[in-house]
């Protein structure tokens, strides 16, 4: 198949364009640089840099088709800030995102898998199916429901088979090549490991007063690789399903206080945590149950376990002190 990844310079995407190099694919990685890093994109695949809200980049890159289909990846994705910066999130999230769908539909391409998120859901003390209620808690997340909702009409109208695969909490690294380097860092694992190389004196904890065990926010920690293996095999599924909506995470939920507690035993490093304020946008618990990406991607996590994940993006954070910055 020829591959167009929106965002492949970023953390999912660049470990996904290498999953399809891998497999035999042929790939173009399009991306603004604004957030990802060149170091990250494999030098088998073609780089266009172009931002997605720049139409006529768009479709010089696309004309070097045809493709089999769209990944796209490219989004800000700080939940807490999208509350800060609404409009920002809404032109890059949502006219960013409609501006590569049409030229995707200008183009003839049939498949597009799309970055959605957990972030869509109401926030419920179990683990949450696909047809549980929407209401994003943030901005990011809402950005996330505008373009999967969009999609359908996309898919209505002019045929587009779309998956809008909503993440949970992504995470872990394969190291020693590709991890996760955001700037700024907001993610809870990364800050973690950053106090633990000693770049940062202590973590933040946002909020020890929500309605779960500890008092801390619960999430469900999946392992970036087997996210990116459901891309592969949604590109797959896509073949015999038009629509597929489906959630990725293992279905276990930890504590920002058990990822803490789990990145200390990893590390050996006392971690020094302080409790703070909540963060605006933050739902209580979201953990996935992946039944229906199970059942129709054939989807099966390897590396479920939260101590794998963290020794794995430790690993990489110990190789790359500085992110790709020193590359
Ligand atoms: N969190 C925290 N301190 C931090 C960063 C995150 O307590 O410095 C919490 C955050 O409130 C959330 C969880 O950790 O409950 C995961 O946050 P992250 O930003 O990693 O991912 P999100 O769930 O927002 O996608």
């Known amino acids: 198949?020829?591959?167009?990844?929106?965002?492949?310079?970023?953390?999912?995407?660049?470990i996904v364009t290498q999953q399809l190099l891998d497999a035999g694919h042929q790939v173009t990685v399009y991306?603004?640089?604004?957030?990802?890093?060149?170091?990250?994109?494999?030098?088998?695949?073609?780089?266009?840099?172009?931002?997605?809200l720049d139409r006529a980049t768009l479709d010089l890159a696309l004309d070097d088709g045809p493709y089999d289909a769209i990944i796209h990846f490219a989004a800000f994705i700080e939940a807490g800030l999208s509350m800060q910066q609404p409009g920002v999130f809404f032109r890059n999230?949502?006219?960013?995102?409609?501006?590569?769908?049409?030229?995707?539909?200008?183009?003839?391409?049939?498949?597009?898998?799309?970055?959605?998120?957990?972030?869509?859901?109401?926030s419920?003390?179990?683990?949450?199916?696909?047809?549980?209620?929407?209401?994003?808690?943030?901005?990011?997340?809402?950005?996330?429901?505008?373009?999967?909702?969009?999609?359908?009409?996309?898919?209505?109208?002019?045929?587009?088979?779309?998956?809008?695969?909503?993440?949970?909490?992504?995470?872990?690294?394969?190291?020693?090549?590709?991890?996760?380097?955001?700037?700024?860092?907001?993610?809870?694992?990364?800050l973690v490991l950053q106090v633990a190389l000693g770049q940062r004196s202590r973590v933040f904890i946002f909020g020890d007063d929500y309605p779960t065990p500890d008092g801390t926010c619960i999430r469900d920690y999946v392992h970036v690789l087997d996210l990116s293996q459901a891309h592969i095999l949604a590109l797959g599924a896509l073949d015999e399903h038009p629509v597929l909506i489906c959630n990725l995470g293992n279905g276990a939920g930890y504590s920002v206080k058990e990822v803490i507690d789990t990145a200390r035993q990893i590390t050996g490093h006392s971690i020094p945590a302080k409790v703070v304020e909540r963060r605006r946008g933050d739902g209580p618990i979201l953990v996935a149950d992946a039944s229906r990406a199970r059942a129709l991607l054939g989807w099966e996590p390897q590396i479920p376990d939260l101590r794998d994940i963290v020794a794995s993006a430790w690993a990489w954070h110990q190789s790359h002190p500085h992110g790709y910055d020193a590359e």
């Not at 603004?32 to 494999?42: D, E, N």
């Open 124 to 190: 419920k003390d179990s683990p949450l199916v696909e047809d549980d209620p929407i209401g994003p808690a943030n901005v990011y997340g809402h950005t996330k429901r505008m373009i999967e909702e969009a999609l359908m009409w996309y898919n209505r109208i002019h045929g587009l088979r779309f998956a809008a695969l909503r993440y949970f909490n992504a995470a872990g690294a394969t190291p020693p090549t590709r991890g996760e380097a955001h700037d700024p860092e907001t993610h809870l694992i990364p």
């Open 1 to 14: 198949m020829k591959v167009f990844v929106a965002g492949g310079a970023g953390y999912i995407g660049s």
């Open 93 to 122: 999230n949502v006219a960013g995102s409609l501006s590569l769908i049409d030229a995707a539909v200008a183009h003839g391409v049939r498949k597009l898998v799309f970055s959605s998120s957990a972030g869509v859901y109401v």
């Open 31 to 52: 991306d603004s640089l604004i957030k990802g890093h060149r170091q990250a994109v494999p030098a088998a695949a073609k780089f266009v840099l172009g931002d997605i």
